[in-house]
């Protein structure tokens, strides 16, 4: 519109038009590309005010043109050329105003640069795009406020028509702006998981935040670096990378003390069309929650949860595999059972909150008063157990004993009240063939405590 006039007052009008966009264009790109390119937390109101006040001098001056002629100096049509252009005097406010639009579009080039190599090769196209037609119209108003244009003529206007083209192209060749780096950004940065993509050579093409939080070694600038010479503290995750170890596996890494599981899992990374793989794409899940719940599971499978000890079935398992111990390499081994007497009683006297301080109780002295070695377990309601490896049966009549006495002269306290209580004892060892598993000696102990039972009780017995 301003080229086909040959009046000044109309060519000044379409020159304020045309520098109502052109001033805000450098504020307003950088801005696209800080979001564009994941750098969100940049983009602060007071941060975006600025940019546009230091615009802002550029657009009120240039609205003066037909005025006081403050940005356009001495306004005039230029004959010169094939056709009449418009034409003014540069001052140090054209040059402000170039330089300033020159520090907007060479910050968002750097940026275009970063994330040209941060992200994977099927962005690259799309960056280089974005790149090269943002440079467009900084080319073209620098080559017209430095008068080096033919015939004067303002080819801004022109080169920015241009960068739409290009842009035109990209959208419907590219799908610019669907699956863009910008979409990258809201996918893999906020995903749960750690991601590591690689290429087939095992180089870092990309990662995400939440990578760089489990592996503090990793930085941006490792992209395009070998990812088994930078994780070569974990050996069992290089196996990975090379595919040694299947397409998952599960691995530790212990920091300040403080042990994480990660199960990764690993899948080759295709470009549409082609059946080699380029790529591959590494995710690494947090279960440190389920390992901590599955060793709660797995105590609660073995211990008793109120008396603290070992429950039926796992001291079962463990005495098994003491006997088996002995039957290869030889030794000695007794057990020790005992039934609280009367426990009825107490439960009804003090109450079932008494009774269970009164098996803790019991408990607690048979760990006090056992071997480090000794297996302490509670087989079910008032009975517990107690295996003594390298034990002969006269030994464990002693132990037995003085566990006796020692809980006879200990009374239970529980809520202000004081109760005696004592047990019945059966002991019993091992001596093949006729006792050479766990229920032989469990039955021989059992008869020995049923004799003590109907021997008035608070006694040791032995079979």
């Known amino acids: 519109m301003e080229l086909i006039q040959d009046d000044l007052v109309k060519m000044m009008f379409w020159v304020r038009v045309q520098n109502l966009g052109i001033h805000l264009i450098g504020p307003s790109w950088l801005l696209f590309v800080l979001s564009l390119s994941g750098n969100e937390r940049w983009i602060k109101p007071n941060r975006v005010a600025i940019l546009y006040a230091m615009a802002f001098p550029f657009l009120i001056t240039s609205q003066t043109l037909g005025g006081a002629n403050l940005f356009h100096t001495n306004p005039r049509v230029n004959f010169s050329g094939g056709f009449p252009t418009f034409d003014y005097d540069r001052t140090w406010l054209n040059y402000l105003a170039l330089a300033y639009y020159s520090l907007c579009i060479f910050s968002s ?84 998981e750690a991601a590591l993509v690689l290429d087939h050579q095992n180089r870092i093409l990309d990662f995400n935040t939440r990578l760089g939080r489990i592996f503090k070694e990793i930085k941006l600038s490792d992209v395009g670096t070998s990812a088994k010479e930078l994780f070569k503290e974990y050996p069992a995750l290089v196996r990975f990378m090379d595919d040694e170890v ?16 990660y199960e990764a899992k690993r899948s080759n990374l295709f470009r549409v069309g082609h059946a080699n793989a380029i790529g591959k794409a590494i995710i690494l899940h947090d279960i440190t929650p389920l390992k901590e719940l599955m060793k709660k599971l797995e105590v609660l499978a073995t211990i008793d949860s109120l008396t603290q000890i070992y429950n039926r079935y796992s001291f079962q398992e463990l005495a098994e595999a003491e006997i088996y111990r002995v039957e290869r390499y030889g030794g000695e081994l007794s057990l020790i059972i005992l039934d609280l007497d009367h426990f009825k009683l107490i439960n009804d006297q003090y109450g079932h909150p008494a009774g269970d301080a009164t098996l803790v109780h019991v408990a607690q002295l048979c760990r006090r008063l056992s071997r480090q070695s000794d297996l302490i377990a509670r087989l079910g309601g008032e009975e517990f157990a107690i295996l003594l490896p390298e034990t002969s049966l006269l030994d464990a009549i002693c132990a037995a004993e003085k566990l006796r006495a020692a809980l006879e002269q200990t009374p239970v306290e529980y809520e202000g009240q004081r109760f005696s209580v004592t047990a019945s004892f059966g002991v019993s060892s091992w001596k093949p063939p006729e006792r050479s598993t766990f229920l032989d000696l469990l039955k021989a102990a059992d008869r020995a405590l049923y004799v003590a039972k109907q021997d008035g009780r608070n006694q040791v017995w032995a079979k």
């Open 246 to 261: 299947g397409e998952k596996m599960e691995f530790s890494i212990t920091t300040e003390n403080k042990e994480s599981f």
């Open 109 to 192: 080039i750097v940026l275009f640069t970063q994330m040209f190599f941060r992200f994977p090769h099927s962005f690259r196209s799309q960056i280089a795009i974005f790149g090269v037609a943002s440079l467009l119209p900084w080319i073209g108003g620098s080559l017209y406020i430095f008068e080096i244009t033919p015939a004067n003529i303002d080819t801004t206007p022109l080169t920015l028509t241009l960068s739409l083209l290009i842009f035109l192209v990209g959208f419907y060749h590219f799908g610019m702006l669907d699956v863009l780096p910008l979409a990258r950004d809201i996918i893999f940065e906020g995903m749960s």
